[in-house]
T-cell receptor
Framework: RKEVEQDPGPFNVPEGATVAFNCTYS??????FFWYRQDCRKEPKLLMS???SGNEDGRFTAQLNRASQYISLLIRDSKLSDSATYLC????????????FGKGTKLSVKP | DADVTQTPRNRITKTGKRIMLECSQT?????MYWYRQDPGLGLRLIYY???????NKGEISDGYSVSRQAQAKFSLSLESAIPNQTALYFC????????????FGPGTRLTVL
């Protein structure tokens, strides 16, 4: 089983749609969780951290279920500019642990 | 100006050639990383450095070497390039007390013929 698994997509949605991405991780000792965004041919950038209590940033909501080792990202009212690949990222171990990146889920928002 | 820069941005080379990819950062971060990204495989860690005197192998270090010339500079070398090292290479940095947020350079697209 791969350490971080995501549905590669692509997810093709119309503007204004709500879309959800899921991610599972294999290491139950994982410490921290994130979603990064990567535009085509660009570098990844941190979108948001994921906390056990769930967290929201505008149209974006992230959830963590430690028992099921599952992370989600919900995007409401999709914009054309949301089109990108979304990377699920996990940090294992203590503060020295490195980031493990999922392969990414591609989102395409159409007019 | 960009906080993390990489040179060159694109490079085409031949099998057996020695190649060096350079990374510089102005963020004042202690930690620097080299990743490669291949279609369908995601980002994989090649080497990382927590400070100038600390170099560590990542998931896929074979065929690569690194040098941390200064806090701000971290270079990646391919001693004898081979075609399966064709990939997009990213350098990243993070602060000592906040390793969760990594800041990536724009990437170097390397093609080995």
């Amino acid at each position: 089983r791969k350490e971080v698994e995501q549905d590669p997509g692509p997810f093709n949605v119309p503007e204004g749609a709500t879309v959800a991405f899921n991610c599972t991780y294999s290491n139950s000792a994982s410490q921290s969780f994130f979603w990064y965004r990567q535009d085509c041919r660009k570098e990844p950038k941190l979108l948001m951290s994921v906390y056990s209590s769930g967290n929201e940033d505008g149209r974006f909501t992230a959830q963590l279920n430690r028992a099921s080792q599952y992370i989600s990202l919900l995007i409401r009212d999709s914009k054309l500019s949301d089109s990108a690949t979304y990377l699920c990222v996990v940090r294992n171990g203590g503060s020295q642990g490195n980031l493990i990146f999922g392969k990414g889920t591609k989102l395409s928002v159409k007019p | 100006d960009a906080d993390v820069t990489q040179t060159p941005r694109n490079r085409i080379t031949k099998t057996g050639k020695r190649i060096m990819l350079e990374c510089s950062q102005t963020k004042g971060h202690d930690r620097m990383y080299w990743y490669r990204q291949d279609p369908g495989l995601g980002l994989r860690l090649i080497y990382y450095s927590f400070d100038v005197k600390d170099i560590n192998k990542g998931e896929i270090s074979d065929g690569y070497s690194v040098s941390r010339q200064a806090q701000a500079k971290f270079s990646l070398s391919l001693e004898s390039a081979i075609p399966n090292q064709t990939a997009l290479y990213f350098c990243a940095t993070s602060a000592f007390m906040s390793t969760d947020t990594q800041y990536f350079g724009p990437g170097t697209r390397l093609t080995v013929l």
